[in-house]
């Protein structure tokens, strides 16, 4: 799921002596015409509910992600984009599918093509992006960029499936919630880093560091997201929230809980999650949240944020590159920014 995170401003960097344009705002612009223009590719009957889900908004991390680790070379800007289009396919397949199996209406404050069209629908659209993912990195002359997107689409699907094997699994460790959403959440943001190194033409050791630097932020943007769900506003986020709660899913908040609890109690509230229904119940969030403030849930897994993202710190400081240090730092920031609004 998506939560919303505040992007750099225009940059105008120097190369060979002459000033170049290459804001992210002007690429994400680019950016946005290349999805529809490849959403065209689709058949008729496809085409509108693609533009749909393609075009409803969101931060586009990712595409980011992408450009901050390849947009100082810029006789690449259209293989960049892309690139970038690639990884945001997977990612929108990924949401549609999302919402099925979460039984959400509302994404990005848009009707989301579920709830629009129905599942199967929804299902079908989902594969259908994921395979012109595929046929869009097939387009590159080396096949590294298609191995490397189905390798990470499997691994992001796989993070999915345990997740949805572990529902109601609230004694789940913190090191295996890590491992699920290194695969579910990280992977996608790690390759996005490597297309971007790569298309640009960088080193491996760049390459490396950025790619770490994905997983890393990942992780940090899952733990976000989890805690938005639980502490976070609907009007804040654009989406269903406490869905996550009603559906029990395996969140950090949740399994950082429930040890804390007495057996009666953890086993009461089991119980109350367990025939809540599929749509959030407000008492029962508000419940779980007076539970977590009460236990020191939302100070715990902010510490664990906060030491993830000094992490990514380090790793920036061995960036021998300032401008795909900064471009990244960038990213690093909005996640700080919004965790301050979020927990204060």
């Given at each position: 799921m998506d939560a919303l995170v505040s992007l750099p401003d225009n940059r105008v960097i120097r190369q060979n002596g002459l000033a170049s344009k290459t804001s992210l705002e002007g690429f994400l612009a680019n950016f946005e015409t290349y999805l529809v223009d490849r959403a065209n590719y689709f058949d008729p009957a496809v085409r509108d509910l693609a533009v749909q889900a393609l075009t409803s908004g969101g931060k586009r991390i990712r595409p980011a992600l992408v450009h901050a680790c390849g947009a100082g070379n810029l006789a690449v800007s259209e293989n960049l984009t892309k690139a970038a289009a690639i990884v945001e396919f997977v990612h929108v397949a990924t949401l549609v599918h999302d919402d099925v199996l979460d039984d959400a209406s509302i994404?990005?404050?848009?009707?989301?093509?579920?709830?629009?069209?129905?599942?199967?629908?929804?299902?079908?659209?989902?594969?259908?992006?994921?395979?012109?993912?595929?046929?869009?990195?097939?387009?590159?002359?080396?096949?590294?960029?298609?191995?490397?997107?189905?390798?990470?689409?499997?691994?992001?699907?796989?993070?999915?499936?345990?997740?949805?094997?572990?529902?109601?699994?609230?004694?789940?460790?913190?090191?295996?919630?890590?491992?699920?959403?290194?695969?579910?959440?990280?992977?996608l943001f790690s390759v996005s880093c490597r297309l971007g190194t790569h298309v640009a033409g960088l080193d491996d050791a760049t390459s490396a560091l950025a790619c770490d630097f994905g997983r890393r932020l990942g992780l940090a943007y899952q733990i976000y997201d989890d805690l938005?769900?639980?502490?976070?506003?609907?009007?804040?986020?654009?989406?269903?929230?406490?869905?996550?709660?009603?559906?029990?899913?395996?969140?950090?908040?949740?399994?950082?809980?429930?040890?804390?609890?007495?057996?009666?109690?953890?086993?009461?509230?089991?119980?109350?999650?367990?025939?809540?229904?599929?749509?959030?119940?407000?008492?029962?969030?508000?419940?779980?949240?007076?539970?977590?403030?009460?236990?020191?849930?939302?100070?715990?897994?902010?510490?664990?944020?906060?030491?993830?993202?000094?992490?990514?710190?380090?790793?920036?400081?061995?960036?021998?590159?300032d401008t795909i240090a900064r471009h990244l730092d960038d990213l690093r920031q909005g996640i700080v920014s919004r965790t301050a609004i979020l927990l204060g």
């Open positions: 994404r990005r404050d848009r009707q989301t093509v579920y709830a629009d069209r129905g599942a199967t629908a929804a299902i079908l659209l989902g594969d259908a992006l994921f395979a012109h993912a595929l046929e869009m990195a097939s387009e590159f002359p080396e096949n590294e960029v298609c191995r490397w997107v189905a390798a990470a689409t499997r691994r992001t699907c796989s993070g999915e499936i345990q997740q949805s094997f572990l529902r109601g699994d609230f004694t789940l460790t913190s090191a295996r919630y890590r491992q699920i959403i290194e695969a579910k959440t990280a992977e938005a769900d639980v502490f976070g506003r609907e009007a804040d986020f654009g989406k269903s929230l406490g869905r996550d709660l009603a559906h029990g899913k395996v969140t950090l908040p949740t399994i950082t809980l429930f040890p804390k609890l007495s057996k009666v109690e953890a086993s009461r509230l089991h119980e109350t999650l367990f025939h809540s229904g599929r749509e959030p119940n407000s008492e029962i969030v508000l419940e779980m949240v007076d539970l977590m403030r009460t236990h020191g849930v939302h100070e715990e897994c902010r510490e664990l944020l906060d030491e993830e993202l000094s992490a990514i710190g380090n790793t920036l400081s061995e960036f021998t590159d």
